[in-house]
């Protein structure tokens, strides 16, 4: 009886199923719209055929990233991927092709994840694969842990020859807390150096999973690819989604293009969404009507159309004012539904002053700004001004090369002129009667600004962030090692040998202490061999002290910092021999003096020297000599004038971030 009833339901569910799936064709041909897309294989036929998303239920659905410690060869891994599936043709050309921005391509690392859908046959039946390449540098985490919240697997690749590294444990983390289904890879099999034994024993160390259970491949030449593609669909599962359900999505990407305006990548959680649908976005409490809906395969393909499991993007001529979208959930206008979780906003760890190089550009800036926020939801933005730099806004960035990343972005797609000021992080003060300030809204006030520093008398604890650091290195090095945990004020919590001879510590540190070339300095003593990586670990009391510099008695503002009170001092001195350097010569006698607390600590002194640009000139052309003359007065834009004297407006940063 229970299993008649059992198949009944089976037959029901099935003609439900079809009878769902027929509606929504025939609400698509009403609408005189095609719901496929050319599919060509690269498998030996070379043939292509048209399909349609409508025949791709959750179960021929697999949603997967590839995570890894930076150069373990995610993009490349991409790469062959695309090719198998005939989504590029097969060639030796094609590297790291998700690296689509210009700045990756130049310093060819991924700082922005990035999906492909792929369709893969499997024992007769075609599987729709969606898959992610991430970015493996900490600075660019976010992008990570965002990515596994449209995905229900992951790939973890490690390269035979480094072995496990500090990013490889720390992206593994991620997918397990996720809740994510792992497949261990070993890439770089081709190598010499290879030794997959010891690495899998290294994974093996870390996760349960059988010697039979790693890949092993070289993404390189394209060995094993298709092994790992079938793992793929037969060990993750498959998204738990129901197309019969109201239409839900989660908003996991967003970006703007010069044509079509905002565009969002979504997992669609249940139902279905099409093209002329109005949607509603849960948080922003805005609706739109979408224009263009499809899968990016990986340039956009329209397929009108986007089931339950399904990861495509959305086009809803969304305006840029409607603030932040990533983490969003969005759905049928007429159908509210509860929002889904979303993600834990990320949090800065450096915070910079920026600014246009001339003012008149601030408005230009101020929407190039909002538009790259559209693709890097991890910046946090805020209003600011300086009396040097006029008006402009504080960022917040996970980290040195998010910020360096940023402001080239800003640069090479934007066509933006900035300033960037040295970066600090965000320290914490306890006021002391606070209530009877009206400008403190509570004790404890976070300065992002070091000049901004409240008044020292009525501070009466400092506190600073801290990081917990994962480091991974060969004990060869241990003492090295160990000596620069203890100069760089850490705490080691942990150690973890990974195999014979590679250890892996946990460090508590300041941040304050590896923002600045701890990890050059932690390369150079272990030649090479350490990776680091780090996450927040809240804050703790401490003596700060402030830092401030004046160049002929008047106060540069920007180069304010605030550092431990046992370095102050020799901090003070290091920064002005240093500007002493950086400072051009002027046409005065220019004094630089640096102060403690406010108290003077030391003087420097750049003697003078008289720059005429039409010096060289005789003769008397007059257009040649206007012509050097307006060149000068252009580059006068890029200097700060200090009193009588005039400064290139990034010599401060180049002096607070150099070694
Ligand atoms: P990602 O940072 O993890 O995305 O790494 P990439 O895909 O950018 O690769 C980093 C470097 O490793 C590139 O120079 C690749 O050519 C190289 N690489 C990737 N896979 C292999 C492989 O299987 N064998 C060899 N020999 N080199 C590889
Ligand atoms: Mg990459």
């Given at each position: ?54 025949d791709f239920p959750p179960e021929r659905i697999r949603n997967f990233c590839i995570i890894a410690h930076i150069d373990h060869g995610k993009s490349t891994l991409a790469d062959r991927m695309l090719e198998i599936t005939g989504v590029i043709p097969e060639n030796q050309k094609n590297e790291q092709v998700l690296d689509k921005l210009q700045v990756e391509r130049e310093r060819g690392i991924t700082v922005k994840a990035q999906s492909a859908s792929l369709f893969y046959d499997v024992e007769g039946l075609t599987y729709l694969l969606n898959l992610v390449d991430t970015p493996g540098h900490v600075d660019f985490s976010y992008e990570v842990s965002r990515s596994l919240s449209a995905c229900q697997g992951v790939i973890l690749l490690v390269d035979a020859n480094q072995g496990v590294q500090a990013q490889t444990v720390a992206n593994m983390y991620l997918a397990i807390e996720a809740g994510l289904e ?478």
């Open positions: 009886m229970f299993k008649h009833c059992q198949k009944l339901l089976k037959t029901s569910n099935a003609l439900f199923n079809l009878n769902f799936l027929q509606v929504q064709s025939q609400r698509l041909h009403s609408k005189g719209v095609t719901v496929g897309i050319w599919r060509s294989y690269s498998t030996k036929s070379r043939k292509s055929e048209n399909i349609s998303l409508i792992l497949i261990p890879v070993l890439n770089k099999i081709d190598l010499k150096g290879a030794n997959p034994e010891v690495v899998s024993k290294q994974i093996q160390n870390l996760y349960p999973v059988t010697d039979e259970e790693i890949l092993k491949i070289s993404a390189k030449l394209g060995i094993g690819v298709a092994e790992v593609l079938e793992a793929v669909i037969k060990r993750i599962p498959p998204p738990p989604a129901d197309q019969k359900k109201p239409f839900k999505a989660l908003v996991y990407d967003s970006w703007f293009d010069k044509f079509k305006g905002i565009i969002c990548n979504v997992a669609v959680k249940d139902g279905v969404v099409m093209k002329g649908d109005k949607v509603t976005f849960h948080h922003a409490q805005k609706s739109f009507d979408i224009q263009e809906v499809g899968i990016l395969h990986p340039e956009q393909t329209p397929t009108n159309i986007l089931l339950a499991g399904q990861a495509g993007y959305v086009i809803a001529n969304v305006k840029s004012s409607t603030g932040t979208l990533v983490g969003d959930t969005m759905y049928h206008k007429s159908t509210p539904v509860d929002p889904l979780p979303g993600f834990r906003p990320a949090k800065p760890m450096v915070f910079a002053g920026i600014y246009p190089i001339d003012q008149s550009q601030y408005i230009k800036l101020r929407e190039s700004i909002t538009k790259l926020t559209f693709n890097d939801s991890s910046v946090s933005v805020a209003q600011d001004s300086s009396a040097a730099l006029g008006v402009g806004w504080r960022l917040g960035f996970l980290g040195l090369l998010h910020m360096d990343v940023f402001k080239m972005r800003l640069e090479q797609e934007f066509d933006a002129s900035v300033i960037i000021t040295a970066p600090n992080i965000p320290y914490k003060v306890r006021i002391i009667g606070a209530k009877n300030i009206k400008k403190y809204k509570g004790e404890e006030v976070v300065v992002l600004n070091p000049c901004k520093l409240p008044d020292q008398t009525i501070i009466s604890q400092y506190f600073e962030p801290m990081v917990r650091a994962t480091i991974v290195y060969p004990d060869v090095y241990i003492g090295e090692v160990q000596a620069l945990i203890s100069d760089r004020r850490g705490r080691t919590e942990d150690q973890t040998y990974l195999d014979n001879s590679r250890v892996m510590l946990k460090v508590i540190f300041p941040l304050n202490e590896i923002l600045i070339n701890f990890f050059d300095e932690l390369k150079s003593v272990t030649k090479g061999y350490a990776s680091f990586d780090y996450e927040d670990y809240g804050y703790e009391e401490t003596n700060l002290s402030k830092v401030s510099f004046n160049i002929n008695n008047v106060d540069v503002e920007e180069m304010t910092l605030l550092c431990h009170s046992s370095n102050a001092q020799k901090m003070c001195r290091k920064i002005c021999a240093r500007l002493q350097e950086a400072v051009p010569r002027q046409q005065y006698k220019v004094q630089i003096k640096g102060q403690v607390n406010n108290k003077h600590i030391c003087t420097e002194v750049v003697n003078p020297y008289r720059k005429d640009v039409t010096a060289k000139l005789y003769g008397g052309d007059v257009t040649r000599r206007n012509k050097l003359l307006a060149k000068q007065a252009e580059g006068k834009k890029k200097l700060r004038s200090l009193g009588n004297i005039q400064v290139p407006k990034d010599v401060f940063i180049k002096v607070l971030t150099q070694k």
